[in-house]
């Protein structure tokens, strides 16, 4: 790592000759390789922009000059070289290196937003900054992938980059190695490969124009024909024509691990003085052999290695599993349910149903409202679409869940994955608010399943409602196995009921996978003498009127969700208690409404007071003075966010 070592900021890359950093290139790949296997993170993708970054830095003038990381997951190497390299160690750990940019770590980094498709958007609104600030040019630079341009607001922004394309320093660096995670679909994927398959293009015009300058007399005005004449000729060999058509400069396709190619290219960008594409050619995984050669997604995102046996942990069934399963079986009942995902068919539990009914899924690209409103269509046309999305990339869907299956009552279900906290993505990752979107959606039905069994039960129930949209939120990582109900209540399963004759103190409402948690809370208030029931509501929007009954037949209702408080479960139902003007209090335990750093989703939990240990607690403080319980000790008080 010496040369590595030397790097403290981008102006050391700038002092540096091609071979230096060759050798800082390779350095870089050996360091990533060895902290990202052992940290866990997105090795395939900051492989393949190693030359592209140094690139990059060497070119432009960050922070002067902005640089903006489309959803920000191949931000390692622009960490590295921005003085950051020391913190690998604790990538995306509690306390250590986020895996996105983050601006308290550096002046480099912009924007910690890790929802694709933003880029252009931002380098929009930072040029017309720019641009009005007056003074020395700033370059608004994005770097956008492949998949990330497949999502709408790219498009959106485009159209408006185009509109001030001569006056506005604007460098889009389309960072296109053909994959999201599984290969980038779509006619714009399709064009992109179409320019790839070009790369000599760059090569063929630059031998060309050196000969004929060199060439005395005639070569000059022959080229200048010529060049006259390249737009004919790129069209020809590289129809690039859907950016040209905007206005756009375009240039490429460049090989993105050549370091010469890479800067030539990017000082042409820089001296353009406009709106410019630079299309660059990498490869995911690069100089990483296990990486490259892995079909399923080039190590788009890998989990800790065990530094042992050199593999990933072996891990038993996960909440997406269990749903991937069976909505294999229900597809072979139902051939009315078809299947959709937004370029994350594995991620999100849809590889064996697409493997078993080819035509019945589709990838629609990083595109979740195109995803929401095209299963609006699919079920005005008579099937019964399941989409597949992380809950925290919902947000961004919300009004076509609205407008455009929600008002007119389309059977449509919503598989929402990593509901709740999740942890080492942090902040825009937690999937905390899909209970406070959709509960201010009319007809909507949310089930929360606690377990294996019930996952499977409430995606049959959610397929079979015929009239209007249903959705299932559920945890990232392993399912938990098995909860058992004593007694179902309509559409609520007790969990635990008082010792037999003790009081009914307390009724702990605990939302999916929160469950088993609640019922270790039970077992501790019970040492102390307070009777707690413990139910599951199963389907927690709109909110069970059962509950209303139960709560009359305690003193206390506390209810417990992984997901935020503000408009989340509890308030729901402080709401139908209101309503019903029954007055038993509630107290209402959920993710505090903040934003909360990067950790593991167990270390983020006891961050915010949502343990067994602090449920407990917060009832004995609660029930004090109501049950003439002795008053706790001082409860650890549930943190905010970092802001
Ligand atoms: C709105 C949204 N949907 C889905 C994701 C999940 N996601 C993270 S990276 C990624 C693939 C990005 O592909 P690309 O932009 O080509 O970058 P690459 O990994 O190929 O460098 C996806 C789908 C996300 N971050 N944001
Ligand atoms: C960057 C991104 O959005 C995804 O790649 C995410 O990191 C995956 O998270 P999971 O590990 O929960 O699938
Ligand atoms: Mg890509």
Redesign the pocket.
Known sequence: MRMLESVHGPADLKRMSVEDLEEVAAEIRDFLVDKVRRAGG?LGPNLGVVELTLALHRVFDSPRDAIVWD?G?QSYVHKIVTGRHEGFDLLRQQGGLT?YPARAESEHDLVEN?H?STALSYVDGLAKAFALAGGEPRHAVAVVGDGALTGGMCWEALNNIAAHKDDRPVVIVINDNGRSYSPTIGGLADHLASLRLQPGYERFLDGGKEILKSTPVVGKPIYAALHAAKAGIKDALSPQAMFSDLGLKYLGPVDGHDLVALEKAFHSARSFGGAVIVHVVTEKGHGYAPAVSDQADQM??TDPIDPETGLPPVKGPSWTSVFGDELVKIGAERSDVVAITAAMQR?CGLEKFAKAYPDRWYDVGIAEQHAVTSAAGLAMGGLHPVVAV?ATFLNRAFDQVLMDVALHRQPVTLMLD?AGI?G??GPS?HGMWDLSLLGMVPGMRVAAPRDAGTLREELREAIAVGDGPTALRYS?GGVVDSVPAVERIGTVDVLRRPAEGGDTDVLLVAVGAFAKLSLAAADRLADQGIGVTVVDPRWVLPVPAELVALAGQHKLVVTVEDNGRHGGFGSALAALLRDAECDVPLRDLAVPQDFHEHGSREQVLARVGLTAQDVARRVTEWASGRLGTAAPAEPAPQEEGRR
């Open positions: 997105h959803v997951h895996g890790s694709a788009h995102q991620s992380y990593r999740t080492p993505d990752h990232k």
